[in-house]
């Protein structure tokens, strides 16, 4: 079948394709043209040539960079408080390292000084200072530093002083943390700084006057600053006693040649100064002030045997007193005893009185032990020139005397040949009571009664020194009332010194 096209529709579609290839014909033309133009100005010997970019302006100088010192870092440890501080290149930053952490950073200022405070834990820390670039990165560092922290301190204490203390020099006590100071304050006003041992404990001497006082013992920081305290104590001081003359404690036991401690006592807070001379030399020296208890002691190298006297004087803390006292003649003996001899009575003699005093020679100084039939019956010590005596009672019948050089224990150290003496009974045969004496019965010798003895019917000077222990020179020396020492009666009151 044949289709007809009608010519009248046909005719828009036409237009429209002449339209588009009009078109297209335009753009190639002038893409043409551009192109020969294009080439023309290119190849053409007398083309202008474009004009010259204008020049840049000079950008400014720009300053080298900055070569970074090491710093140098420094550390005060205050407590827990550690404050460091160093130099290091102006306005550049320093880095703070503890123990490999960072800790922060610190500015140097236009002088070269930073300063950075941390608070580390008791103990040891490491420390390193960085000097950081533009970028942050490390570009010197310091050398490391090693710090000690130590331990917070503790409030620190004050022993409580003993009552009746006499005014002058008080030595005070306490504890506190090792190592640091403590400061002490007597009624409001600094007396001075101890330092606490690595025991925790200190001390202090205080000058303290009569009166009420008010104590204070307090930490110090190693700024000087105070960090803890210890609670007050309040003290009260006595006028200072009356005066008195220092008073030697006679030995109980005979002494001996070399190094002898001598004892005795005095006014508290009192000073005591001591001489002692002898045919062997001698010496002196002064005392610590006496305590509270008065007593005081000293160390003497007696070389010799013999005698010496000691001579001591007392003067008050301010130095207004003084008082001497009367000088004490001691014997000093050989320090090895040989065997004593009897020389009266002599050996086979006859004694007709109940009291009988048995002498002989010795060892200076050393002790002789009596004894009758093997029993002791006293003792006696040898003087400078050798010689012994003791007085003792004897009843009627034959006995057997012998002496021996003892130690201060008892301990015989060597014998004299023994005598025979016979005592005669009285005429008739009877025998008084009161010359029956058995030496084993206590009953038969006086009392002690402290500052004195109560003699009965069987003692003697050598029984009493030797039950007291007190030597007989000086039992003797403290009893002028007794005109003979062989010769004592019983209710008669013997006077014990030193007691």
């Known amino acids: 079948m044949t289709m007809t096209v009608d010519p009248e529709r046909a005719r828009p579609y036409d237009r429209f394709k002449l339209i588009v290839a009009v078109i297209l014909a335009a753009l190639l033309i002038i893409f043409c043209l551009l192109a020969q133009s294009a080439a023309q100005v290119a190849g053409s010997p007398t083309a202008t040539a474009a004009p010259a970019p204008a020049t840049a302006a000079p950008r400014p100088t720009e300053p080298p960079p900055v070569s970074l010192a ?73 050398a490391p530093l090693r710090v000690a922290v130590p331990l917070p301190l503790v409030a620190p204490s004050l022993d409580a002083l003993a009552s009746g203390l006499a005014p002058g020099k008080i030595p005070l006590s306490g504890t506190g943390s090792p190592n640091s100071t403590v400061q002490v304050v ?34 110090l920081d190693a700024a000087g600053a105070v960090a803890a305290a210890a609670a007050p104590v309040n003290v009260r001081l006595a006028e200072a006693a009356q005066l008195a ?16 401690t001598l004892t005795g006592a005095g006014t508290p807070g009192s000073n005591v ?40 004087a007392a003067s008050s803390a301010d130095g207004s007193q ?80 012998t002496a021996q050089s003892v130690e201060a224990t008892g301990k015989s150290l060597a014998a004299s040949a023994p005598v025979n003496v016979e005592r005669k009974a009285e005429a008739g045969g009877g025998i008084p009571i009161k010359d029956i004496c058995d030496f084993s019965d206590p009953t038969v010798y006086g009392e002690d009664m402290g500052t004195y003895w109560l003699v ?44």
């Not at 007593?295 to 001579?311: C, I, L, Q």
């Not at 050989?334 to 060892?363: K, W």
């Not at 002789?368 to 003087?383: E, H, N, P, R």
């Not at 003692?459 to 007291?468: E, G, H, P, V």
């Open 245 to 260: 003359a220092p008073v030697l404690d006679l030995p109980a036991t005979p002494l001996t040649v070399g190094t002898q």
């Open 456 to 499: 009965d019917r069987c003692d003697t000077m050598s029984y009493i020194a030797r039950r007291t222990n007190i030597p007989l020179a000086a039992l003797i020396a403290a009893n002028p009332q007794v005109k003979n020492p062989d010769l004592i009666y019983p209710q008669q009151q013997i006077v014990l010194p030193g007691r």
């Open 322 to 401: 003084t008082l001497a006292a009367e000088p004490v003649t001691l014997t000093i003996g050989s320090a090895t005893a040989q065997a004593p001899t009897i020389t009266a009575p002599a050996e086979g003699g006859t004694v007709t009185d109940d009291a009988l005093t048995v002498r002989g020679t010795g060892t200076p100084g050393s002790t002789v032990q009596v004894l009758v039939d093997g029993q002791a019956v006293g003792t006696a010590t040898v003087g400078a020139n050798g010689e012994w005596e003791l007085a003792t009672g004897l009843t009627p019948g034959k006995h057997v005397i």
């Open 70 to 142: 090491a710093p140098t870092v420094n550390a005060a440890v205050n407590a827990g408080a550690v404050t460091l501080t160093g130099t290091g290149t102006p306005n550049s930053t320093v880095q703070i390292v503890v123990d490999g952490q960072v800790a922060g950073t610190a500015k140097v200022d236009g002088n070269g000084q930073w300063r950075f405070d941390a608070d580390l834990a008791p103990g040891d820390h490491d420390i390193v200072a960085n000097a950081l670039d533009a970028g942050g990165i490390v570009a010197a560092s310091a």
């Open 273 to 312: 100064t001591y001489t002692i001379t002898g045919t062997t030399g001698g010496g002196g020296g002064l005392l610590d002030p006496l305590g509270a208890d008065g007593r005081w002691s000293f160390d003497f190298d007696f070389t010799a045997a013999g005698d010496y006297v000691v001579a001591l």
């Open 186 to 219: 007597i009624d409001g006003q600094l007396a001075g700084t101890a330092t606490v041992g690595a025991d925790g404990k200190w001390t202090f001497e205080a000058d303290l006057a009569a009166g009420e006082h008010k104590l204070e013992a307090k930490a």
